[in-house]
């Protein structure tokens, strides 16, 4: 496979073995491995992350293997940004794996088609590999998306990261008319505002956040399989962000093979893909959102944002 492949890991042995036993199965040209350093004061971190590079040293099979090591902890979102910048200094194009996605057999064959279709599309900001709502009906085998998941995507060095995606700067546009039109509700755009509100106080660590408003600026959209070809096997209290496992989150976001499943998710369909997706965001978040009004008027400051 000619597309260069950029995998995401830190401390987790385990899952980083499962990714690499399925990688190996497609024969990659050239691999970028991104690695945090191991935390201070944190216990059996250092060793945790030197067992999860030898695992990478020792099985991974490709004909280029390009390492791109921190020595301290950077952070899960500076991490990500600063060693996707590196990789896209020399590729036009990858695909981006952490260390919790495993990729379906037909992963690698949708992406890269996608990515050869949408090439000269400068409005399509990225090419997705999970579907959260698991299967959508729809004639095409893709969907196309305002929202962007992290969990197996691949992107163009052009519409890689700029310096607008700074919080700073993206705050300064919060109200922006046509933003608020693309988002369809000031409501939408209070929701995303809180988002990266809370990176820029250091109160969450999301790269993803801040790729997707940055989109959303630029009424940017992403193309999201028709069925779900990411295995997502890091959700839990290991995480770094996402403690809720998925299927209490979105439904059901395992790679689906039964077709029972599938008909029981066609209820999904009453309305778009992404009206659905802000039916199940909006109605998690009411707590943000009365918080951050709080916090507006004075009468939050002792209120911990979620």
Same mark, same amino acid.
């Given at each position: 496979?000619?597309?260069?492949?950029?995998?995401?890991?830190?401390?987790?042995?385990?899952?980083?073995?499962?990714?690499?036993?399925? *990688?190996? !199965?497609? =024969?990659? @040209? /050239?691999?970028? $491995?991104?690695?945090? &350093?191991?935390?201070?004061?944190?216990?059996?971190? %250092?060793?945790?992350?030197?067992?999860?590079?030898?695992?990478?040293?020792?099985?991974?099979?490709?004909?280029?293997?390009?390492?791109?090591?921190?020595?301290?902890?950077?952070?899960?979102?500076?991490?990500?940004?600063?060693?996707?910048?590196?990789?896209?200094?020399?590729?036009?194009?990858?695909?981006?794996?952490?260390?919790?996605?495993?990729?379906?057999?037909?992963?690698?064959?949708?992406?890269?088609?996608?990515?050869?279709?949408?090439?000269?599309?400068?409005?399509?900001?990225?090419?997705?590999?999970?579907?959260?709502?698991?299967?959508?009906?729809?004639?095409?085998?893709?969907?196309?998306?305002?929202?962007?998941?992290?969990?197996?995507?691949?992107?163009?060095?052009?519409?890689?990261?700029?310096?607008?995606?700074?919080?700073?700067? *993206?705050? !300064?546009? =919060?109200? @922006? /008319?046509?933003? $608020?039109?693309?988002? &369809?509700?000031?409501?939408?755009?209070?929701?995303? %505002?809180?988002?990266?509100?809370?990176?820029?106080?250091?109160?969450?660590?999301?790269?993803?956040?801040?790729?997707?408003?940055?989109?959303?600026?630029?009424?940017?959209?992403?193309?999201?399989?028709?069925?779900?070809?990411?295995?997502?096997?890091?959700?839990?209290?290991?995480?770094?962000?996402?403690?809720?496992?998925?299927?209490?989150?979105?439904?059901?976001?395992?790679?689906?093979?039964?077709?029972?499943?599938?008909?029981?998710?066609?209820?999904?369909?009453?309305?778009?893909?992404?009206?659905?997706?802000?039916?199940?965001?909006?109605?998690?978040?009411?707590?943000?959102?009365?918080?951050?009004?709080?916090?507006?008027?004075?009468?939050?400051?002792?209120?911990?944002?979620?």
């Amino acid at each position: 496979m000619n597309t260069s492949v950029a995998i995401v890991l830190y401390n987790r042995p385990h899952n980083t073995n499962k990714l690499i036993n399925k *990688l190996n !199965k497609f =024969k990659l @040209n /050239k691999v970028y $491995i991104i690695s945090d &350093g191991p935390k201070k004061n944190y216990k059996n971190d %250092f060793n945790l992350v030197k067992t999860t590079r030898t695992i990478v040293d020792k099985k991974l099979k490709a004909k280029k293997k390009i390492k791109i090591y921190s020595n301290k902890n950077l952070g899960l979102r500076k991490r990500i940004i600063t060693g996707l910048d590196k990789v896209f200094k020399y590729e036009e194009k990858a695909i981006i794996l952490e260390d919790d996605c495993i990729p379906s057999e037909e992963f690698f064959l949708f992406v890269n088609k996608m990515l050869k279709r949408f090439e000269k599309d400068k409005k399509i900001a990225s090419i997705l590999g999970s579907n959260y709502l698991s299967k959508w009906k729809t004639r095409n085998k893709y969907l196309i998306s305002k929202y962007f998941h992290p969990w197996g995507w691949a992107t163009w060095s052009d519409r890689w990261l700029k310096k607008e995606m700074d919080p700073k700067n *993206l705050l !300064k546009i =919060k109200y @922006n /008319k046509q933003l $608020i039109k693309y988002l &369809g509700s000031f409501r939408a755009l209070l929701f995303w %505002f809180i988002k990266i509100w809370q990176i820029k106080k250091n109160k969450k660590n999301s790269w993803a956040y801040t790729w997707m408003y940055y989109n959303f600026i630029y009424t940017k959209k992403h193309i999201v399989p028709k069925f779900n070809l990411i295995d997502n096997i890091g959700m839990g209290e290991n995480s770094s962000n996402t403690k809720v496992l998925p299927y209490e989150y979105f439904g059901y976001t395992k790679i689906i093979k039964s077709k029972k499943i599938y008909n029981r998710l066609n209820k999904f369909n009453k309305n778009n893909f992404d009206e659905e997706i802000e039916n199940i965001v909006f109605s998690k978040n009411m707590k943000n959102r009365i918080v951050w009004f709080l916090f507006k008027l004075g009468l939050g400051k002792e209120i911990k944002l979620l």
